[in-house]
């Protein structure tokens, strides 16, 4: 392993420039934005590979999660994918144009709506998780198993107060 990457050359130079300053939060959290953009190119790839765009992968695998019949009401998928209502509606529309997804009726609420999967859907979605998995497999490669469970667990515990619901 290389005794510094860019990180710490950036941490150092600010050290140097500004001793008077705690840079700890950038020796985690500049490394944590840096594998983002890696794996966000690995993910704008293995989806492309599908056909797919990242925000198509999003909506089409809560579907595919959420199991037979995969299919989910807007309010669902608002909640899963973290978007406007806005916004969701026009992802389902432009996934109706591309006949990934279909709207029907809620059996169970004549007013209300789901959105469904279609098996194109399906397949391009089946397609990029398997991709996607290959690809992220490789950019933990330099980690052994017990090091990416520690490190799981550890961005867990970071992450646990971001993801909790938020409460009005």
């Not at 992968?57 to 406007?84: E, I, N």
């Not at 980690?143 to 992450?159: E, I, N, T, V, Y």
């Amino acid at each position: 392993m290389p005794a510094h990457d860019e990180v710490d050359r950036i941490v150092d130079a600010w050290l140097r420039e500004r001793p008077d300053l705690d840079f700890a939060p950038l020796q985690v959290l500049s490394r944590v934005a840096r594998l983002s953009k890696h794996l966000d190119r690995a993910r704008r790839a293995a989806f492309g590979e599908s056909g797919l765009e990242p925000w198509e992968f999003d909506v089409l695998s809560a579907l595919r999660r959420a199991g037979s019949p995969y299919q989910l009401s807007p309010k669902a998928l608002l909640q899963q994918t973290l978007v406007s209502s806005g916004t969701m509606t026009n992802r389902i529309d432009r996934l109706v144009e591309r006949q990934l997804v279909e709207r029907r009726t809620d059996p169970h609420d004549g007013r209300g709506i789901l959105v469904s999967m279609t098996s194109l859907g399906r397949e391009r979605v089946d397609a990029a998780i398997a991709t996607l998995l290959v690809a992220e497999r490789e950019l933990l490669d330099a980690l052994s198993p017990a090091d990416q469970d520690r490190l799981a667990g550890l961005l867990r515990k970071l992450s646990l107060d971001f993801d909790a619901p938020d409460v009005d």
